[in-house]
């Protein structure tokens, strides 16, 4: 069974790097049928999409977040990353790293979700 | 962008109602719709994928319908375990788009 879990700093300062990884378990991050994403949630509001991966590091970023956000993906430990420098409060969110189908075009599993706080 | 549109922001329902919950896109999509429950504290699950396809697992009370730039969420006869936050979501072009959700609460 396919599963999702994100892990990183729960807390990070303003002006710097967020940073979070996501490791894949039961099944292969270099299967040519899905890409790898991340999506955000800030206290409150609804979902934003941040940008997903494919295993050979073909990338698609939301527009509104592309000047600071970097995806990237380790097929040797089945992990994916996200950065996202230069954060403000406004970046304070439950991060989730998701599975995205190319062919049916949906984000299914998620992981729990990680919940990052900007503040010094 | 695509805009994604879902109304009514939240409705008030009781066991054994019927709600629908509509989303309308800013352009044609045509069947590159999705529909998410979520919880709190929990990640979004996947319930219609293809605007009308049912995923595994999923109660055949939920159907989705639509096509184009109109769509809907029926709930037929609601559970007190449907009591969430419902997201549509486009998947016919980037930057992928969700809807600002609809709350189903008591």
């Known amino acids: 069974q396919k599963q999702l879990q994100e892990s990183g700093p729960g807390l990070v300062k303003p002006s710097e790097t967020l940073s979070l990884t996501c490791t894949v378990s039961?099944?292969?991050?270099?299967?040519?049928?899905?890409?790898w994403g991340w999506i955000r949630q800030p206290p409150g509001k609804g979902l934003e999409w941040i940008g997903d991966?494919?295993?050979?590091?073909?990338?698609n970023y939301n527009p509104s977040l592309k000047s600071r956000v970097a995806i990237s993906v380790d097929t040797s430990t089945n992990q994916f990353s996200l950065k996202l420098n230069s954060v403000t409060a406004a970046d304070t969110a439950v991060y989730y790293c998701?599975?995205?189908?190319?062919?049916?075009?949906?984000?299914?599993?998620w992981g729990q979700g990680a919940l990052v706080s900007v503040s010094s | 962008d695509i805009q994604m549109t879902q109304s009514p922001s939240s409705v008030s329902a009781s066991v054994g109602d019927r709600v629908t919950i509509t989303c309308r896109a800013s352009?044609?999509?045509?069947?590159?719709l999705l529909w998410y429950q979520k919880k709190p504290g929990k990640a979004p699950d996947l319930l219609i994928s293809?605007?009308?396809n049912l995923q595994s697992g999923v109660p055949s009370r939920f159907s989705g319908s639509g096509y184009g730039t109109d769509f809907t969420l029926t709930i037929s006869s609601l559970r007190p375990e449907d009591f969430a936050i419902y997201y549509c979501?486009?998947?016919?072009?980037?930057?992928?788009?969700f809807g600002g959700g609809t709350k189903v609460e008591i």
């Open positions: 998701a599975r995205w189908s190319r062919s049916v075009g949906c984000f299914d599993p």
């Open positions: 039961g099944g292969s991050i270099s299967s040519s049928s899905y890409s």
């Open positions: 991966i494919y295993y050979d590091g073909d990338t």
């Open positions: 352009q044609d999509i045509r069947s590159w």
């Open positions: 293809s605007a009308s």
């Open positions: 979501q486009q998947a016919r072009s980037f930057p992928l788009t």
